[in-house]
């Protein structure tokens, strides 16, 4: 008998999950991450929910209730990019600002959770889970500020992280551990793509009914099949170009050389994506560079 394959999270979270029917599986993620039963109320439309054949970056803002029955705006999104900080602000402001009336008070603003589940090397730090939250102190008192508003005729107390977006950094890379929690459970699924028969997290047993790979039609696995297969193109890529303009940087033992290196590392990185097909515009969102400058890159790397 075959080994059960699931699907692994990001192609479910932008094609499957946005399924009503799914909505279980999300759910799950939520209530495990945030530590209380989230409800998805909707999937909000955005530019970033549009579906693209090249679109490897997955963006999925979802209109949630809490515990507390409070209404907020949850963005999850599967990010590649060089610029990733860039990235998670941009789309946090977006996820606020398309989805407020023009018109509309400010206190129709909606609270906004950003998890990002990041597949590739983040700087230093030995977590798997890191969590970013706004908070006002004071320099000299150290204490925290509360922010007095008045609404509906009442005087109100708010913290400004009841207000202010927090970030969620899942770097399923470091998770080397065995799973005996319901978030350790998600972070192994999150990173393997496997989901034991004994895993009981929220969401997970709904991920096992309903994201097995042999349940999709021969022409959405070669899909699936073709987007694993671009992840670790674009991975073993950027891991090369990465190391060469290292190892040229330190031969030079200069600063000179050090830019030099990163250079051609970038350099080679071009060369090698568009030796395998992949178009300027798509390595303009893998790095950050402008398109000119791949062009530019792409001819000093060409013998």
């Known amino acids: 008998m075959e080994k059960e394959r699931y699907i692994r999270f990001d192609w479910a979270m932008k094609r499957m999950l946005r ?31 549009q579906l693209y054949e090249d679109d490897k970056f997955n963006r999925v803002d979802v209109k ?13 999104q599967n990010t590649r990019e060089i610029y990733y900080l860039e990235r998670i602000l941009y789309g946090v402001a977006k996820a606020i600002t398309e989805h407020i009336a023009l018109g509309d008070s400010y206190r129709e603003v909606k609270k906004v959770y950003s998890i990002s589940i990041i597949y590739f090397d983040l700087g230093k730090g030995k977590d798997y889970l890191y969590h970013g939250q706004n908070t006002f102190t004071g320099v000299h008192t150290n204490d925290t500020l509360e922010v007095t508003t008045r609404q ?11 207000i202010f977006p927090e970030y969620y950094l899942i770097r399923v890379n470091e998770f080397n551990s065995v799973a005996k929690t319901p978030l350790e459970e998600w972070i192994k699924y999150l990173k393997t793509g496997e989901i034991s028969q ?20 021969p022409s959405e696995r070669h899909a699936y099949d073709e987007h694993i297969n671009a992840i670790m193109i674009q991975n073993d890529v950027l891991s090369n170009a990465r190391l060469e303009g290292l190892e040229q940087g330190k031969a030079e033992g200069r600063a000179e050389g050090r830019a030099e290196g990163r250079t051609e590392g ?11 097909g ?5 390595i303009a969102r893998l790095t950050g560079l402008a ?6 890159l792409g001819k000093q790397a060409c013998p």
């Open 19 to 49: 399924d009503k029917a799914n909505f279980g599986v999300l759910e799950g993620l939520l209530t495990v991450l945030l530590g209380e039963k989230v409800t998805i109320v909707e999937i909000l439309e955005s530019e970033g929910n």
């Open 291 to 296: 398109v000119e400058e791949i062009e530019r």
């Open 152 to 162: 509906r005729n009442a005087i109100l107390r708010k913290m400004p992280s009841e």
């Open 278 to 282: 992949v178009s300027a515009e798509e």
């Open 64 to 76: 949630a209730r809490n515990s507390k029955g409070e209404i907020i705006i949850v963005e999850v």
């Open 266 to 276: 970038m350099a080679s990185m071009v060369r090698m994506m568009r030796g395998r």
């Open 198 to 217: 004994t895993d009981t997290a929220p969401g997970l047993p709904e991920a096992r009914e309903k994201l097995r790979y042999f349940n999709m039609s």
